[in-house]
């Protein structure tokens, strides 16, 4: 177990950082993971419903649903740690300038009720999503632009 004063990366490495289509998929999945372990049990018809929605958005084409399933089990054994928010808020934050936040909130809640029983602490995940998706502050552009503004100064 790790240190709650201390954040440790999430297993599922991102195979091209700069890939902001890679760095989407992660982010659905802990979207989706999140609300899993909310109620302390993970079904499988939750993990089914992730990678569902995914594959039905077209959102990971590049990304085999075997990855897509060991990502969502690392990501949900990771949330179950007293740091988990934090891994929430920096797997987010890469991609909050994406216009991925109703894909998010609609995957959460499609999870939620996957199940039949849409307990509180899954309404309590979602609005912790909805909240973080609203106040993350947008990631800062990298690209040829910011390269040479910040080489002329």
């Known amino acids: 177990m790790s240190d709650a ?45 992730v990678i569902r929605f995914i594959r039905e ?14 990502m969502f089990d690392g990501v949900a054994e990771r949330l179950e740690e007293p740091d988990f928010a934090n891994v929430v808020i920096d797997t987010l934050r890469p991609v909050s300038n994406m216009a991925l936040s109703s894909h998010l909130m ?10 039949e029983d849409v307990h509180p602490n899954e309404v309590q995940a979602i609005k912790l999503l909805r909240l973080l998706t609203l106040v993350l502050p947008r990631a800062k552009q990298v690209g040829p632009r910011a390269v040479s503004t910040a080489s002329k100064e």
Request: net charge negative; charged share 30%; hydrophobic share 45%.
């Open 5 to 49: 004063n201390t954040s440790t990366p999430i297993e599922i490495e991102i195979t091209e950082p700069s890939s902001l289509n890679e760095q989407a998929a992660v982010a659905l999945v802990i979207a989706g993971a999140l609300v899993a372990v909310a109620d302390r049990r993970v079904s499988p018809l939750e993990r089914d419903e």
């Open 106 to 115: 609609e995957l959460s809640e499609r999870v939620a009720a996957v199940d």
């Open 57 to 70: 958005r077209e959102l990971a084409p590049h990304i085999s649903d075997d990855r897509l399933f060991a």
